[in-house]
Structure formats: structure tokens, C-alpha cells
């Protein structure tokens, strides 16, 4: 089973960050950023690190969120604190939206992150 750490970042306004996938590595489509974790990593420090060298994004783990096990995957979806002063510069080609959660979930995000999708919903309207 690979896993794979995946960050749920909030703006001060109700949006989620969804990237884009580099052309370079499918599936196409949109998704919360992350990566694989590596060796002798825990999923926070994985995050932490996919975040800076994939979005120059610094900053902090929150809890854990949900699991999603779509095999030969396991995902990770960890909420993340940036630091008040990281600006967001993509470095893999890669292009990134801030989405309302409260619209519908775009038809463009990738399967194994609807679960989310729907958790995020679901916390908001409670």
C-alpha cells in the first residue's frame, strides 16, 4: 500500500486549495495537494515536506481528517496551517484554485478525493 499525505488548507474566506496534477504524472484532474510518504516519515512530516517542494507552502499539521483507502493507495488527509507571511508559487507546472466548499463539488476533482469533499461539506453545515 502506498500512502499518501494530502493537505486541507482553508483560506480566511470558506475556500479549499485544490492543484491541478502535473501533466507529467495522471491521473488528470484536480486534487488537494500532497505527495507519497516517504520512508521513515509520518504522514505530517511527509505533508509538510510535498508542501514546500511542490508549493513553496510553509507552515503546520493539524489533525487528521479522514482516511481514504482506494488500493493500491491509502490517503491522507490532514488539515494545514500556513504561515501568515507563505505565498503559494507552484513548482511542478502544477496551477492551484481556492474553491468554495460551499458550491458543488467540481466535477473535475479526482475520485479519491469526493470523500472529502463530502466530510467538508458535511462539518460546514453542522
Known sequence: MVKVAAAV????????????RPE???PAGWEFPGGKVESGETVF???ERELVEELSL?????????TVTADPVELHFIEFFPDADS?????????FR???????????????????WKLLKNLKNN
Open 24 to 26: 507529467d504524472k495522471p
Open 87 to 95: 505565498v503559494i508559487i507552484p513548482e511542478e507546472n502544477q496551477t
Open 58 to 66: 510553509r507552515g503546520r499539521c493539524g489533525k487528521e481528517l479522514i
Open 98 to 116: 481556492w474553491q468554495r466548499i460551499d458550491d458543488e463539488m467540481p466535477d473535475d476533482l479526482l475520485p479519491n478525493d469526493r470523500p472529502v
Open 45 to 47: 512530516q511527509a505533508l
Open 9 to 20: 488548507v482553508f483560506d480566511g474566506n470558506g475556500n479549499v486549495l485544490l492543484c491541478s
